[in-house]
């Protein structure tokens, strides 16, 4: 029944690891997205794909990867684990990649570094 | 740049009273949306009321409506007979438009509701 799911829901890793959160939407939308909210609850986009497609890549370190098998999954992965990379990382999907549609997201996947 | 952006970082209001929460924002675009999502304790952020630029009525959802105010940029939440379940950050969104499927986030104002 979920919308939009994740795992891990919690993720506590050393520095240095490697490391991947998965989502998946029954929405059948057709764009995805990755958010990271910081310490201070900031929300910043990371990526969003349509179809498959990478359309949006922020200034993120290219140790962050994410990959698109199909259209209702899209997964984060991330090299060399750093303190800062801990936050709360959100995806979420939108019917289409418009500006009016609206975006629902998941739980968010707690990842602490230490 | 668009940006968007919430003055009051914490309010607190009694349980059953009425509390508004404001967001300004910043764009150039004639026709946009605007989206108010909550985040309560469990951290799932949830849709409360989206306004589309273009109509000039307030959108409302049950105890949620908007007062916009497209000439001030102004997009701010009023909460009516508040409940102790509302307390969450609320945060006021905007989709950049050249960047279409990006939101951009306020900073948040967290609300308590007291019994």
């Known amino acids: 029944d979920t919308a939009v799911s994740q795992t891990p829901k919690y993720l506590v890793t050393q520095m240095g690891n490697d490391k991947s959160i998965k989502c998946e939407q029954n929405?059948?939308?057709?764009?995805m997205y990755w958010y990271k909210q910081d310490s201070k609850k900031f929300l910043k986009i990371m990526f969003s794909y349509n179809n498959k497609e990478l359309i949006i890549n922020e200034t993120v370190p290219n140790r962050f990867s994410p990959k698109s098998p199909d259209k209702a999954h899209l997964n984060l992965h991330i090299n060399s684990l750093e303190l800062g990379d801990s936050a709360v990382y959100f995806c979420?999907?939108?019917?289409?990649?418009?500006?009016?549609?609206?975006?629902?997201f998941g739980p968010g996947t707690r990842l602490l570094v230490l | 740049a668009q940006t968007v952006t919430q003055s009051q970082p914490e309010m607190s209001v009694q349980e059953a009273e009425t509390v508004t929460l404001s967001c300004t924002y910043d764009t150039s675009e004639n026709n946009y949306y605007l989206f108010w999502y909550k985040q309560p304790p469990s951290r799932q952020m949830i849709l409360v009321i989206r306004?589309?630029?273009?109509?000039?009525q307030n959108a409302t959802e049950n105890r949620f409506s908007v007062n916009f105010q497209k000439a001030a940029k102004s997009f701010s939440l009023k909460i009516s007979d508040s409940q102790l379940g509302d307390t969450a950050m609320y945060f006021c969104a905007f989709p950049l438009i050249q960047g279409a499927q990006k939101l951009v986030f306020g900073q948040g104002t967290r609300l308590t509701i007291n019994p």
């Open positions: 979420a999907s939108s019917r289409e990649a418009d500006y009016q549609e609206t975006q629902y």
């Open positions: 929405l059948g939308h057709d764009t």
């Open positions: 306004q589309e630029a273009y109509k000039q």
